[in-house]
């Protein structure tokens, strides 16, 4: 089963940027639509971004457009989620799985977002 471990989550001020990680074990990790999720203190976890198996179709939330952009490397089983233009309403635990919330949830990576 696919294993997932986020990293990259740190403090940064508002209008900065980060690139967060999510390392993927197993061998079908190809074979699954990947997003990002996210949940900010006292709220429900939310959908950020998610990518097709291939990389080729791409949805955002809301939230997300025009300032994230995810991707992934199928050959390395990695998915990123590079955020720009950081607000402190972004600030929240981010977590990646697969587009149908299936798979093991990992500790998911903080980001905060000083103003």
């Known amino acids: 089963q696919v294993q997932l471990v986020e990293s990259g989550g740190r403090l940064v001020q508002a209008g900065g940027s980060l690139r967060l990680s999510c390392a993927a074990s197993?061998?079908?990790?190809?074979?699954?639509?990947m997003a990002w999720f996210r949940q900010a203190p006292g709220k429900v976890r939310e959908f950020v971004a998610r990518?097709?198996?291939?990389?080729?179709?791409?949805v955002y939330g809301d939230s997300a457009k025009g300032r994230f952009t995810i991707s992934r490397d199928n050959a390395l089983n990695m998915v990123y989620l590079q955020m720009n233009s950081l607000k402190p309403e972004d600030t929240a635990v981010y977590y990646c799985?697969?587009?149908?919330?299936?798979?093991?949830w990992g500790q998911g990576t903080q980001v905060t977002v000083s103003s």
């Open positions: 197993g061998r079908t990790f190809s074979r699954y639509t």
């Open positions: 990518i097709s198996w291939s990389g080729s179709s791409t």
């Open positions: 799985n697969d587009d149908g919330r299936s798979l093991p």
